[in-house]
């Protein structure tokens, strides 16, 4: 196969494979964040201080840590189509039972609960995605299918703000409480559709010819040899092994940066002096929505230049530097264009970054070594909210909790370049002369 149709090959997977994940993956981040945007009118109802928010935000982080790399290794077992199938269908549950939460107990149990029923979903789709595309590719793909991440708050904020304005009072409840309702449903007729179209690898895609099956199959071969370093590994070595570790490390940063921003974003615009909802969710979709853009064209230029470590470490010291710079800034407008920046840094070091380490794990190694990344990264995911909302209980406002969250990107830069050098070290090193 010439590499033109091999590049050919791999969009015609893009447009089978990766739709239904994006709708589902988009889905799954509005019901884990919708959280941000209940608490402009939820914290008030139920009488939530601004530490109580952060421990219910970010507990789900914790029942979402313990699920991941169990669920994960089913995932490999089962099969992508069944267990995704059944991931939705308890992580619907619990986001519609969140529209019914009456105090404290109820919302951290909820919430912890929805984790670990979530858990295993996005490493699960980036180990799924690694049995269809080979490495040189997962840049641009990993790219394509996170561009949820960013877009879900250009999309889910203003929809978000309209259901709280629109929906409030309806056979009497506030609109806080639909929120959850309404975006919990779409979850449940995923869970269906899962059964219907997801197909578990490529030898099984009648869509494919005979050729391109054996093509795939021979280049993931190829690729998964090569990794001399991880292609025996047990479980346990992976999880101890140092480079998983550095890894993780990095995600957490990450994770503290992208959450604490998301779930806490809708109360400093809040605090800026908007105060009617849907004007917030508007203003809040400006700078995931140039994010967005950023990280797609990002993504791009790591696979056409090969180069990942600085497009990783990068793009998160940008990040650190907008996020402490809107700490400082006095102009509400100059403080959000600063959080863009800190927005675009973020979302962009994403796709790079899960590039790295499916390029060094192989095996039960890649099903392991990932969902351990991602559950002990999303960690951060309780950390960072918490810690905003405890710094704004104890130091009176956001500035500290925004400083703190540039640091911690800091540091996941510095642990990048370190990591991502070894690894690119090691590859270079295997490679035949």
């Known amino acids: 196969m010439t590499a033109a149709e091999e590049r050919a090959l791999v969009r015609k997977m893009a447009w089978k494979v990766l739709p239904f994940l994006l709708v589902a993956y988009l889905i799954c981040i509005i019901d884990r964040l919708n959280v941000g945007l ?26 979402y840590f313990i699920g991941e790399v169990p669920s994960n290794l089913i995932l490999s077992k089962v099969g992508a189509r069944i267990w995704f199938a059944r991931i939705m269908i308890t992580w619907g549950l619990f986001a519609i039972a969140m529209g019914f939460i009456s105090g404290n107990v109820s919302f951290f149990v909820i919430r912890f609960l929805l984790g670990v029923a979530e858990a295993g979903f996005f490493p699960g789709v980036i180990y799924y995605l690694t049995l269809w595309f080979p490495a040189e590719y997962r840049g641009r793909i990993f790219g394509l299918f996170l561009i949820i991440s960013p877009l879900n708050n250009t999309i889910a904020a203003p929809l978000g703000g309209l259901i709280l304005k629109y929906f409030d009072g309806v056979a009497g409840y506030p609109g806080w409480r639909w929120l959850f309702i309404v975006e ?50 047990s479980l346990w070595q992976t999880l101890a092994n140092p480079k998983v570790l550095l890894f993780a490390v990095v995600y957490t940063s990450l994770a503290i940066g992208i959450y604490g921003l998301s779930l806490w974003m809708p109360q400093l615009i809040k605090g800026a002096g908007v105060t009617d909802s849907f004007h917030i969710g508007l203003i809040m979709a400006v700078p995931y929505l140039i994010a967005t853009i950023c990280m797609v064209l990002w993504s791009r230029h790591s696979d056409k230049t090969g180069e990942r470590v600085f497009h ?43 590039a790295m380490p499916t390029s060094y794990l192989t095996g039960v190694a890649a099903a392991g070594g990932i969902a351990f990344i991602n559950s002990v990264g999303n960690l951060g995911g309780f950390i960072g909210p ?12 956001f500035q500290a909790g925004l400083v703190f969250l540039g640091t911690c990107l800091l540091i996941g830069s510095i642990v990048a370049t370190i990591v991502g050098r070894r690894v690119a070290r090691r590859e270079g090193a295997a490679q035949p002369a």
């Open 38 to 63: 209940a608490a402009l009118t939820m914290n008030a109802d139920l009488g939530f201080t601004a530490t109580v928010y952060g421990w219910g935000a970010g507990l789900f982080f914790v029942g």
């Open 184 to 233: 919990g449903l779409p979850t449940l007729l995923m869970a269906y559709l899962c059964l219907r179209l997801v197909i578990d690898r490529p030898d099984k895609a009648t869509w494919l010819t005979d050729a391109e099956k054996a093509h795939l199959r021979a280049k993931l071969q190829r690729e998964a040899e090569s990794r001399i370093e991880t292609k025996h590994l």
């Open 312 to 354: 990783c470490a990068g793009a998160l010291a940008l990040a650190a530097i907008g996020m402490v710079s809107s700490a400082f800034i006095g102009s509400p407008v100059l403080a959000m264009v600063a959080l863009t920046f800190a927005a675009i840094g973020m979302y962009c070091s994403q796709p790079v970054f899960w």
């Open 386 to 397: 918490f810690m905003v909302g405890w710094l704004k209980d104890n130091a009176g406002g």
